[in-house]
């Protein structure tokens, strides 16, 4: 079996709903996120998947969190929490549907993991 992981940044400001403390306020974080995919072929090139891809894969989910109040985006603006475990799970979704119709199903979204402080994170898989 083969893993790869990807890092990338995203500055965000939310605040919690249905919580008591310093964090129903607004406020911010720099967001750290990594991807790890995992397969058990590699491509002809000898790749599971070529890194810059998954930068790609990932860019767009990072481009719609960052500098924004994430409690105004979809799918954060209702009733899903923007905590870092929500974050999390929603960064799985995103980047599983892209590699599964990139790859045909050979490479996987293992786990995401996202940093919401340097000392503090959250990590989704199934």
Known sequence: M????????????????????????????NYKVF???????????????????????????VDYLDHFMINDLPPFDKEINPSAENLAKYFYEQTSSQLHEMTGGRVRVKDCTLYETDTSFARYYE
């Not at 893993?3 to 129903?24: P, W």
């Not at 397969?39 to 894969?57: N, P």
């Open 2 to 29: 083969f893993e790869i992981t990807v890092e990338a940044g995203f500055s965000s400001g939310h605040y919690l709903r249905n919580y008591r403390g310093k964090c129903e306020n607004p406020h911010g974080h």
């Open 35 to 61: 991807v790890t995919l995992i397969g058990e072929e590699l491509d002809e090139a000898g790749m599971l998947l070529d890194f810059k891809l998954l930068k790609q894969v990932m860019r767009p989910t």
